[in-house]
């Protein structure tokens, strides 16, 4: 834990979230709220932090948005959107980190004058360009780093390579990190005849995750839900060209051949193709990357942004 921070441990956190945990969690959230006594409470994802913090009684909250929760976990069923709806109501503030989640919230009921929007951002010294000679090899590297779970499209971008590698041989694919889709995903690799033009890193520490952005020559998120991917922020800040699927949230961040591109979100015959137009624009690259870094710089600075956090506080204590 970092100084001053400290972690307290309590009913929940323990196991995977059911409802029928709910009465009990609630329970013990009161008595920890009541121990430390709190100025206020930030909590997210809607329908299961938020949700607890609401039921506590206690005000004021921040809730805060995670991206999937209002992108995709609201439209499971209507008990969802009832308790989205519950919950953003009886918030004292709402906040996320994109403008299409925020548009969601209103919907659901949340005052629209209690709506804080920033993108949390990352160290922009820790994460910057390498020099275009330390990192370009005679491969041309795809880089991701998303977790291999179904919302976030790591089995497209395998299928995709296979389509790529059969058309070039100059390619090869990073994946790091690991998720409940390993089996499928090695399975496509494996069958597609490119497993062995693929390297699987697993988990690294985000100290070292620099040095392997820096492998890399296009970074790929074909995720089919997010906010403003720290991820994407990272690749960004490192100069690297973006290649991501068309939902809104990356596109507020991507343009379209300016710091890098967007493709048809869960269609692997489309990413295909839009990796082998970006390596045909390999000369380009550096351009595209210092386009990224600007981006990062305009709009991805923590230092600058977690300004906006602390504002949304002051705001929230004050609220009656």
Not at 274 to 283: C, G, N, P, V
Request: aromatic residues 10%; proline residues 5%.
């Amino acid at each position: 834990m970092p100084s001053r921070v400290e972690q307290i441990q309590w009913a929940g956190g323990q196991e995977l979230f059911r409802w029928s945990d709910v009465p009990r969690l609630t329970l013990d959230l009161k008595r920890v709220i009541n121990e430390i006594k709190p100025d206020l409470i930030h909590a997210g994802p809607i329908q299961t932090c938020a949700f607890l913090a609401v039921l506590s009684g206690f005000r004021p909250i921040l809730t805060m948005s995670w991206g999937f929760d209002l992108m995709q976990d609201v439209d499971r069923n209507g008990w969802w959107r009832w308790v989205t709806r519950y919950t953003l109501k009886r918030s004292s503030y709402f906040t996320s980190d994109a403008q299409v989640t925020s548009a969601k919230a209103i919907a659901y009921g949340m005052d629209p004058n209690r709506v804080v929007v920033f993108p949390w951002g990352i160290d922009l010294k820790r994460f910057r360009p390498k020099l275009p000679a330390i990192r370009r090899q005679r491969s041309i590297v795809l880089f991701c780093n998303r977790s291999w779970e179904p919302r976030y499209g790591v089995d497209v971008l395998a299928k995709a390579f296979v389509k790529v590698a059969k058309e070039r041989e100059d390619v090869s694919l990073l994946l790091l990190g690991g998720g409940s889709q390993a089996h499928t995903i090695r399975q496509i690799l494996v069958s597609g005849g490119v497993f062995e033009r693929v390297q699987m890193a697993g988990q690294i520490s985000q100290t070292v995750l620099p040095r392997w952005i820096h492998m890399a020559d296009i970074y790929i998120s074909p995720s089919h839900v997010d906010g403003s991917s720290v991820s994407l922020m990272e690749a960004l800040a490192c100069g690297v060209p973006a290649l991501v699927s068309d939902i809104p949230a990356n596109k507020e961040w991507v343009s379209e051949g300016i710091n890098g591109w967007l493709f048809p979100d869960r269609d692997a015959g489309a990413l295909a193709e839009k990796i082998l137009a970006a390596m045909a624009q390999r000369k380009k690259f550096t351009q595209i990357g210092r386009a990224a870094r600007k981006v990062a710089e305009e709009r991805a600075d923590w230092k600058k942004n977690f300004g906006t956090l602390l504002k949304a506080y002051e705001q929230v204590v004050q609220f009656k």
